[in-house]
């Protein structure tokens, strides 16, 4: 099934693409083919309003590795899945609103090229395009589609995103306290406040992060201290940290293959 294209041209006139493709056949077929990929396990994706801009292949950097991810992009929603057989079939549905979701350009770097980040308050990950017509493609639609949102609603951008994650590959020794080394026993854990990769004594602490669970959650004693304060101010890490040649806008929030810590 190949991607809508909307033709490039004034704001209105994707609007109004859009609006004729709301009611078309063509758009609840390719709605309806979408959800078939997907199973009995999906979710329902057909909505009055609802349209299919765009979909494609990503490579999504997990937890442990790169790993190719099936992408779709309504005007309201963007869907991801695993792959299991191409084109035809697809499991572990993810379902990201786009109102919460903004976008930031990822610096070419090594082989991951052509790459930008996806954050919202729940989840945040870097995904790549197989060529720089496709990242420019993706980014411009999915901006235009939270802009349209946005302005339709009334509501401001969103103003907090999760954490990036730090791939396990980026940190052979614990980020915060800089001695511990990693190893089957010593495992690796990751702070969802900060994203850095933690060993288990400077991560034993939990707290309640509403946007991301409705339980407490594992945190480094830095954030901790940081988010139990007096003033309650917290000091969010920058995108770059001491490792040199390593962008933490290159990793990501968690890998839904092993969601563990």
């Known amino acids: 099934m190949p991607p809508v294209k909307l033709k490039e041209g004034s704001h209105d006139g994707e609007v109004k693409m859009v609006d004729r493709l709301a009611n078309s056949e063509a758009n609840s077929k390719r709605i309806g083919v979408v959800e078939g990929c997907f199973g009995a396990a999906g ?3 057909a909505i009055p309003g609802r349209v299919l ?4 292949v990503l490579t999504k950097l997990c937890r442990k590795k790169p790993k190719a991810r099936q992408f779709f992009l309504f005007n309201d929603i963007l869907v991801y899945g695993n792959i299991v057989i191409q084109k035809k079939k697809y499991n572990k549905q993810h379902i990201i609103p786009l109102e919460s979701v903004t976008i930031d350009t990822v610096p070419d770097e090594g082989d991951l090229r052509n790459g930008w980040l996806i954050k919202t308050p729940t989840k945040s990950f870097a995904v790549y395009a197989a060529t720089a017509t496709e990242k420019s493609e993706w980014m411009n639609h999915i901006a235009k589609c939270v802009g349209d949102l946005l302005t339709k609603s009334g509501k401001a951008p969103s103003g907090e995103h999760a954490a990036v994650w730090v ?5 052979t020794v614990c980020m915060r306290c800089l001695k511990v080394k990693f190893t089957p026993v010593s ?3 990751h702070c969802r406040k900060c ?3 933690v060993c288990g004594p400077c991560s034993e602490k939990k707290y309640l992060l509403p946007s991301q669970s409705s339980k407490p959650v594992r945190v480094c004693e830095f954030c901790y201290v940081q988010l139990t304060s007096a003033g309650g101010g917290y000091a969010p890490r920058s995108d770059s940290f001491g ?4 962008n933490s806008n290159l990793s990501d929030d968690e890998d839904e293959d092993d969601s563990s810590d």
């Open 43 to 45: 979710q329902p994706l």
């Open 53 to 56: 801009i765009g979909e494609g």
């Open 167 to 171: 791939p396990d590959s980026e940190a």
């Open 187 to 189: 495992r690796r854990h």
């Open 195 to 197: 994203g850095f990769v």
């Open 243 to 246: 490792r040199q040649g390593f």
